[in-house]
């Protein structure tokens, strides 16, 4: 009998690369990531390849992953695989300070830009129920494919991240949990992570009414 492969949701495979890169991940732990909540669940597709062939972030550049055969100079700058490390934390490290910036002023741009730049659409399933799917290209910029995870699930979810969306002031983690948590500026391990007004803004979530069902 074939065994099915679980696919992770949105929100497991985001907070897996934000809480994972904070305990110091590799080039290796990247690609196993990637491949298990990217390429697998067909939310990001490589041509021609096995696995991811490139990693981009902002106002950094281009890491080879896997040379193309023949291999190609490219425009962007392209850095050796010591470099991943630094990508991850730049990634990481933009994609907790557009959460954070969610929760201080309750807006949820981060989902607008995931909607527009098509990262993020509608789809019906074979069961006629209808679904946000992330669908991302390798040369997007690792934290906007990140966000688009949690865009997704904001979509899905969007009383959670109305109230329950935390970003630690003390050491960054993302949770979207009430629990042990007693502000939204904290975490589990430092729950009275940072000062917050006594007036918590609503998340706004776009109802994504104008996309096709």
Not at 133 to 150: K, P
Not at 168 to 182: L, P, Y
Request: proline share 5%; hydrophobic share 40%.
């Amino acid at each position: 009998m074939e065994t099915r492969v679980q696919i992770p949701d949105a929100r497991s495979s985001a907070i897996a690369f934000t809480e994972g890169v904070r305990t110091g991940w590799i080039a290796s732990d990247f690609m196993v990531w990637a491949d298990i909540n990217l390429i697998r669940p067909g939310r990001l597709a490589v041509a021609g390849s096995s696995g991811l062939r490139q990693l981009r972030e902002h106002d950094f550049g281009t890491v080879v992953l896997q040379a193309p055969n023949p291999a190609r100079p490219g425009r962007s700058k392209s850095l050796t695989l010591s470099q991943v490390p630094h990508v991850l934390t730049l990634a990481r490290q933009r994609v907790v300070d557009t959460l954070r910036d969610s929760v201080r002023t309750g807006q949820s741009a981060f989902v607008h830009a995931a909607l527009y730049a098509g990262r993020v659409a509608r789809c019906k399933g074979e069961d006629g129920r209808s679904f946000w799917r992330v669908a991302l290209r390798e040369d997007t910029a690792l934290s906007d494919q990140v966000l688009a995870l949690f865009a997704a699930d904001a979509l899905e979810h969007p009383t959670e991240y109305e109230s329950e969306l935390s970003v630690c002031d003390t050491c960054g983690a993302v949770s979207i949990s009430s629990a042990g948590v007693s502000s939204r500026r904290a975490c589990s391990v430092h729950p009275f992570g940072g000062r917050e007004s006594s007036v918590r803004p609503a998340v706004s979530i776009p109802a994504g009414r104008a996309m096709n069902s």
